[in-house]
């Protein structure tokens, strides 16, 4: 159950990173979006590049690499829930409930659904964490 709830962070990243390819490559491929923020971003950036147009790849670019970075940030989480450590998950649950926030102003259903269904996932492996490392307690 570990392993099954760190990789819920893999999940995130890994579509986090396929949406942000769909989006700046223009392709018309209606996705749900796994990272709220990231979507803000992207529009924040779409935004800015109608208004400058001078900066339009420089905005590219730089909302791209924040949703890279964005993406790294779970990947990070997910190899250190992988582990078995609870703080991550702990870190994880808490910025994902956040960008669940995000997802909900943008009323998209289909990520709402995508943050609730990872955040339970995310906090069936922080209890299985938390399970084992009171097991091992007990045996020490």
């Known amino acids: 159950q570990i392993k099954n709830g760190a990789i819920c962070f893999l999940w995130i990243a890994g579509v986090s990173i396929i949406e942000a390819a769909i989006f700046w490559t223009g392709t018309k491929i209606n996705f749900f979006n796994s990272l709220g923020a990231a979507q803000a971003i992207n529009l924040f950036c779409k935004g800015l590049m109608q208004q400058m147009t001078r900066l339009v790849i420089l905005a590219q670019i730089g909302a791209f690499l924040l949703d890279l970075i964005l993406a790294a940030i779970f990947i990070v989480l997910g190899i250190y829930a992988l582990k078995g450590r609870r703080l991550f998950f702990m870190i994880g649950l808490g910025l994902y409930a956040l960008d669940l926030l995000i997802a909900i102003r943008f009323i998209d259903?289909?990520?709402?659904a995508f943050h609730l269904a990872a955040l339970y996932g995310l906090?069936?492996?922080l209890k299985a964490s938390i399970e084992k490392q009171k097991s091992e307690a007990m045996q020490a």
């Open 109 to 112: 259903i289909l990520s709402v």
């Open 123 to 125: 906090f069936i492996g």
